[in-house]
């Protein structure tokens, strides 16, 4: 596996790769990976012929109270995992090279930006958008990897890549769960044991709700009222949203004509953590 650091390096990789006909799949992570990020790697392994993961803690998409120093970088441990796997190219700039002084521009999906994490994080998407986009234009992938478990961040990508052209297929992959259902998430590491166990009040909320779905029940008031009712049973949890909407405008809902997200986050302690469920008819 190389591992480079430059603009140059990474792109001159990608596209040796695909003056040969290869096709190069690319999975961004901000690293602290676990089983979720390995299964985006597997899936690009399956679909492409050169494999670049970047590992990057993209500051501009962290709030000023929010975790941005803390954020776990254990970056040996995330090299010998991503070796392990075969990747082919691990891009980890610093943040002088993805921002070099002056720079101005960002990337904005109006509308979108704001709804979900997007209400309860201002300026996160703003951030998200503006670095994924960055890293397309350097790697030049054909395809690129990301999970279902951040459904609006995808969705929004989604969107940014149709308007703005991009040449790259966007893949959702599932939400890889530990065993007892919590959601994989690099800031699991935060939770202390009770907070574990309180944090599994996530998951249970929506299965209640994709439960109550499945026997029949289509009134959204009636289906997060359910959610909220498991959520408020769990002293350890703070709701932070619930919502039922389109999993690809994030528009609320009017009713179940298509396939329906619920989308969840909470506060455990201080960290705050998301989760989601696809509804379909």
Same mark, same amino acid.
């Given at each position: *596996?190389? !591992? /480079?650091?430059? !603009?140059?390096? @990474?792109?001159?990789? &990608?596209?040796? $790769? ?19 990020? #390995?299964?985006? @790697?597997?899936?690009?392994? $399956? ?6 993961? =970047?590992?990057? /803690? ?30 082919? /190219?691990?891009?980890?700039?610093? @943040?002088?090279? *993805?921002?070099?002084?002056?720079? /101005? ?14 209400? &309860? ?13 960055? #890293? ?6 054909? @395809? ?6 951040? $459904?609006?961040?995808?969705? !929004? ?12 297929? !966007? ?13 994989? =998430? &690099?800031?699991? =590491? ?18 209640? *709700? ?38 690809? =405008? ?22 705050? #953590?998301?989760?989601?469920? #696809?509804?379909?008819?």
């Amino acid at each position: *596996m190389k !591992i /480079v650091g430059q !603009i140059p390096a @990474v792109r001159a990789e &990608s596209r040796a $790769a695909r003056a040969d006909g290869r096709r190069v799949g690319f999975v961004p992570t901000m690293g602290a990976l676990h089983e979720g990020h #390995l299964s985006l @790697v597997r899936a690009a392994k $399956a679909q492409a012929d050169l494999v670049i993961v =970047s590992i990057f /803690v993209n500051p501009t998409q962290f709030g000023p109270n929010e975790d941005l120093a803390r954020y776990p970088r254990p970056f040996e441990k995330d090299r010998a995992l991503l070796e392990q796997e075969g990747v082919d /190219v691990l891009f980890a700039p610093a @943040v002088e090279e *993805m921002y070099p002084n002056g720079a /101005v521009t960002y990337v904005t999906v109006e509308g979108m930006s704001e709804r979900l994490c997007g209400r &309860s994080r201002p300026g996160h998407f703003r951030g998200v958008t503006t670095v994924v986009s960055k #890293l397309f234009h350097i790697v030049e992938p054909d @395809v690129a990897f990301f999970g279902q478990k951040d $459904a609006a961040q995808l969705a !929004i990508i989604r969107r940014m890549t149709q308007d703005l052209n991009f040449s790259v297929e !966007i893949m959702g992959c599932p939400i890889v769960r530990e065993p007892d259902g919590l959601a994989m =998430s &690099s800031r699991n =590491s935060y939770l202390d044991p009770g907070q574990r166990k309180a944090a599994l009040v996530l998951n249970r909320a929506l299965t209640q *709700m994709a439960e109550n779905f499945r026997a029949g029940e289509r009134g959204i008031a009636n289906l997060l009222a359910a959610g909220k009712q498991v959520l408020l049973e769990e002293p350890g949890a703070r709701l932070d949203y619930l919502e039922i909407v389109d999993p690809d =405008s994030l528009d609320p809902i009017l009713d179940f004509s298509k396939p329906a997200l619920v989308a969840v986050a909470a506060f455990v302690g201080n960290t705050r #953590l998301i989760d989601n469920v #696809l509804l379909n008819t």
